[in-house]
Each structure stands twice: as C-alpha cells, then as structure tokens.
C-alpha cells in the first residue's frame, strides 16, 4: 500500500474544531472560479514582521526584525497553519511571496488528502518561489495531521526519541548580551551555533563557556 493510500484510508473524520480566527491584510479567492461556489478548502495568509527579542548580528550586517508571512488552510472547521519566513539574505520578499499566494486557488480541490496533485499544482504555478511554496506544504501537513489527529512523525511511522537535535543561534554581540542569549536558551536546545567572523570571535566563545558547556557549532558563512 502507498503511503499517501495509507493516510486516506487511515484518516478519521476531523474533530468539530472551530475554525481559528485569522486576521488578513490579503488573502486569496475564496469562490471557485470556475464553479462559483465558496469551496470547503480555503487558503489566507497575512503578512507581519517577527520583532526579534535581541538584535541579531553577522559579520555583515544587524536585523532587529524578520520579515514573515503566516499561511493558513482551512477546510471544515480545521486550520493547518504554515509560514514562508525571508532574512534578507534569501532574495524573497513579503511582496513576492504574497503574490504567488495570490495566484494559488486551494478550491478547485475537493481533497486536503490529495496531497501530491495540490502540491504539484502549487509547484506548476512558478519557477522559484520557494518560501511561498514551502509554507503551502507545512499548512497543509499540519492541516492534514489534525485532520488524522496524529503528529506526522506518527504517520511517518518515525521514533520521536530519534529526532535530531536543532540549534539555537546566537548573534555577534557584547559579553553581557551573548551571556543573557545563552542563558535563555537554558536547557530547551543541545547545540549552541554562534556566528563569528570579527575580531571579537575568542571574546565570544570564552563567554558562552563561562555560561554552559553545551556543544558549540560555530557559524562563519557570512563573515
């Protein structure tokens, strides 16, 4: 059996969750357009920027804030939610990513579980647009997974004591400040990643292990 077969068959009908509230600055069509009639699967999204606690900081420049855009899929009553997140760095604006968004049309899919026609529909409308594209596909993993009411890595069949461990970044910046950021990651990551790349680098290692003796992955690609 396919495992797309598998999450059909094994999906159980979706809790009678109230659809989330979701305020939009811009949102895609909810009418059919070739129908004309509101569709069971309907996709919005809004633009925001993440306000960073700390002023983060590379080799080459400093952001206090992350331009964002929160995608959200709704179909009877359930909402999966996504996200398309640009750093400067990646070319990718909330402009751009808005109007690939625009362009998508979720209504003409009867089906949240048709997961590789509407993503390969998603794909079809453009070269590029990554980040726009990846948040369509979380929402609708996460979608799918409250409809299943099961984490992906139960339907993926996956041992979650097995999961990777993620890292938590930490900007260049004053002794006092990388000492507060690496104790704010705590005990909630394994791995430290500390930009580097001035002349301040042996200053900031040396002050993260006053603090902790995690392991350090040191992180020079833009210094």
């Given at each position: 059996?396919?495992?797309?077969?598998?999450?059909?068959?094994?999906?159980?009908?979706?809790?009678?969750?109230?659809?989330?509230?979701?305020?939009?600055s811009c949102t895609a069509p909810n009418v059919n357009k070739q129908t004309g009639v509101a569709p069971r699967m309907k996709l919005r999204f809004e633009a925001y920027d993440?306000?960073?606690?700390?002023?983060?900081?590379v080799a080459t420049y400093?952001?206090?804030?992350?331009?964002?855009?929160q995608v959200a899929i709704d179909y009877d009553g359930i909402t999966g939610y996504g996200e398309a997140s640009m750093p400067q760095y990646?070319?990718?604006?909330?402009?751009?990513v808005c109007e690939f968004l625009s362009k998508v049309d979720l209504g003409q899919f009867s089906d949240p579980f048709q997961m590789e026609d509407i993503l390969a529909y998603?794909?079809?409308?453009?070269?590029?647009?990554?980040?726009?594209?990846?948040?369509?596909?979380?929402?609708?993993?996460?979608?799918?997974?409250?409809?299943?009411?099961q984490p992906w890595y139960r339907i993926w069949g996956l041992n979650a004591a097995k999961t990777p461990s993620t890292s938590y970044t930490i900007g260049i910046d004053t002794p006092e400040i990388v000492r507060e950021k690496t104790l704010e990651a705590g005990n909630r990551?394994?791995?430290l990643k500390v930009k580097v790349g001035l002349d301040s680098d042996e200053q900031m290692i040396n002050t993260i292990r006053q603090v902790t003796d995690l392991p350090i992955a040191v992180d020079a690609n833009q210094g």
């Open positions: 059996m396919q495992r797309r077969d598998f999450i059909k068959i094994a999906a159980a009908a979706g809790a009678t969750a109230a659809a989330s509230r979701f305020s939009t993440i306000q960073l606690r700390h002023t983060f900081t400093s952001r206090t804030t992350t331009p964002d855009v990646l070319g990718h604006t909330q402009q751009s998603v794909d079809s409308i453009s070269p590029g647009d990554e980040p726009a594209k990846a948040a369509v596909d979380i929402a609708l993993h996460d979608l799918i997974g409250k409809l299943m009411g990551f394994n791995i």
